[in-house]
């Protein structure tokens, strides 16, 4: 009957030690919530606006400079983020706007104008992290855009033109591998001619989107 008893106590005291330390026991990294990473692959799109200013010069003496343009502008791309620290994030990035910003100088009875075709970019951005779903970032890259000239009731012709890129912006993490970003940038073109360099026009292009960007499920958390 001792033995019986002794031996039910001994039982109860490893239960009871079994539980304790189930309670007290560090929790393991598998069974908390799985930190938000920003490495991967991803595809976004967006719409905003070009702000285009020309400067027009020609061989005869005419020069214009400050002729304003801006239009409704929309773009698509895709990039690979990597996340190499906490608070870190560093990608490559490539896009393709499409822009309707126009403006027209009239002469007299006369009228030219220039046409924002569209602008792509690949390029680089890094960032810093405010909170683990918020990015602060800063970009840089090569650009290439077309314009199209018009005057005198017929065509003056299309010319591409490159230069640089560099801009920033914020991105906040949605959920579900989405996310919302604002971005500005700045692009710098080298000066363009059209008509047979009988008038060339230098210009800079502001642009200013609100993207929604999808983190592909291949790639995520590569290299964390």
């Not at 490495?39 to 070009?50: L, N, R």
């Not at 895709?78 to 994030?89: H, I, K, L, T």
């Not at 075709?117 to 405010?130: C, E, P, S």
């Not at 314009?147 to 560099?166: D, L, M, N, Q, R």
Request: aromatic letters at 12%.
């Amino acid at each position: 009957m001792k033995h019986a008893t002794l031996t039910a106590i001994v039982t109860l005291l490893l239960a009871g030690h079994a539980s304790a330390a189930d309670i007290y026991a560090p929790q393991s990294l598998k069974d908390g919530p799985v930190p938000a990473t920003w490495t991967g692959f991803y595809v976004d799109a967006g719409i905003g606006g070009h702000f285009v200013d020309h400067a027009l010069s020609s061989p005869y003496g005419i020069a214009f400079d400050g002729i304003a343009a801006q239009g409704v502008a929309g773009r698509f791309g895709a990039g690979f983020d990597w996340q190499p620290c906490s608070r870190c994030v560093i990608g490559l990035f490539g896009d393709y706007q499409l822009s309707d910003a126009s403006t027209t100088l009239t002469l007299g009875t006369a009228s030219a104008s220039v046409d924002t075709n569209y602008l792509w970019t690949f390029g680089g951005r890094a960032g810093w992290l405010a909170t683990q779903s918020t990015l602060i970032y800063g970009l840089a890259g090569f650009t290439e855009g077309q314009f199209e000239g018009k005057g005198f009731a017929a065509p003056i012709g299309k010319i591409t033109s490159s230069g640089w890129t560099v801009g920033g912006g914020v991105e906040q993490q949605l959920g579900g591998g989405f996310s919302l970003k604002g971005e500005y940038r700045y692009n710098n073109l080298e000066p363009h001619s059209f008509a047979g360099g009988a008038i060339s026009v230098d210009s800079d292009v502001q642009g200013v989107f609100a993207s929604v960007a999808y983190k592909l499920p291949v790639g995520r958390g590569l290299f964390n």
